[in-house]
């Protein structure tokens, strides 16, 4: 088992599980976050690539995610741990840019739940081999238009993970670096009927409200 680091509600660092490492008490634990980056790669013609969680996953095994989802290991910052992470899960490189990160609680059926602490990412590559895909993460991909992904959410939400719509939503919340260097891309997946799909399917996955953005 890898190390997964824990933060509180402000992000801040709180200690390793490990295999042989120490855990928070469990008074502790309730109110800890499991933290999480959520990578987003688009193509120079602005599709998304989505990836298939594998069958395999505890929660929503076979459902479509952003790019890459993970945790980030002890002393990674959320660029480092995505830009490892890409080879291990769809075996590619790309140079990421951080976006923002954000909170959120949301259960999955009986069987667990996501409390998370999640930093977005973005980063454009020029080609994909989906030759190149690492099976036991992930089983299939595709690239997606935004109108694509607004029909998906409107008819076919159940089948998407909830932190990508809630980083979607949060899309264009970063710095002006960021905003300038992405700004075609940004604008053309946060405009205001989009972030409407988005914030419905947000609903629909939590309906409690518990998602915050942290920036």
Known sequence: IVDVQWVDIDDTEICFKTTQGTLPDIDSVLKLHFDQKTAMIFNKEGKLLLTRRSASKMLWPDDWDGTVASHPREGETYISSAE????????????????????????????????????????????????????????????????????????????????????????????????????????????????????????HYIPDDNWRLIK
């Open 84 to 203: 490892r992470r890409m080879p291990e899960e769809i075996g590619i490189t790309c140079k990421m840019n951080y976006v923002n990160k954000f909170e959120y609680h949301v259960p999955y059926r009986n069987i667990g739940s996501e409390n998370e602490v999640c930093g977005t990412l973005i980063g454009v590559v020029d080609n994909f081999d989906e030759s190149s895909l690492v099976l036991d993460e992930i089983s299939e991909i595709k690239w997606i238009t935004p109108d694509e992904l607004k029909a998906e959410f409107e008819n076919n939400r159940d089948s998407y993970c909830p932190w990508m719509a809630i980083a979607l939503y949060f899309f264009a919340d970063c710095d002006d670096t960021t905003l300038e260097k992405f700004d075609t891309l940004i604008k053309s997946w946060t405009t205001n009927e989009l972030q409407q799909v988005y914030q419905n399917a947000i609903k």
